[in-house]
C-alpha cells in the first residue's frame, strides 16, 4: 500500500533529483523509496550480524594463505571425519 509522504528539500536539491530521475527514466518517488529501502535494509543486516563476544575477540587473530579455498578445505576435512 503505498502512502502519501510530505519532505522539505532545498528547491535547488529537488530540480537536481527531478532531473536525475528523468535521465534514468525513474520516478523521484521510486529512486527515493529504493533509496530508503537500501538505508532500512543496511541497519537490519548490521543489527543481524553482531557476534558473540568471545568470537569477535578472536576475530583477526587467524590469517589464511590468499591461495585457501575455504569450501575444499572444509569438504577435504569432512569427508576425513565422516568417510
Known amino acids: 500500500m ?3 509522504l ?3 528539500i532545498e528547491k535547488e536539491i529537488i ?3 527531478k532531473n536525475y530521475a528523468k535521465e534514468k527514466n525513474r520516478s523521484l518517488s521510486d529512486i ?3 533509496y530508503l529501502k537500501t538505508l532500512t535494509k543496511q541497519d537490519q543486516n548490521k ?3 553482531k557476534l558473540n563476544p ?3 575477540s578472536l576475530k583477526g587473530s587467524f590469517k589464511m594463505p590468499k591461495d585457501m579455498d575455504y569450501k575444499k578445505e572444509l569438504q577435504n576435512r569432512l569427508e576425513k571425519k565422516y568417510l
Do not use: P, Q, S
Request: aromatic share 0%.
Open 32 to 34: 527515493i523509496e529504493n
Open 2 to 4: 503505498n502512502t502519501k
Open 47 to 49: 543489527k543481524r550480524k
Open 54 to 56: 568471545t568470537v569477535e
Open 15 to 17: 530540480e537536481k533529483a
Open 6 to 8: 510530505t519532505l522539505t
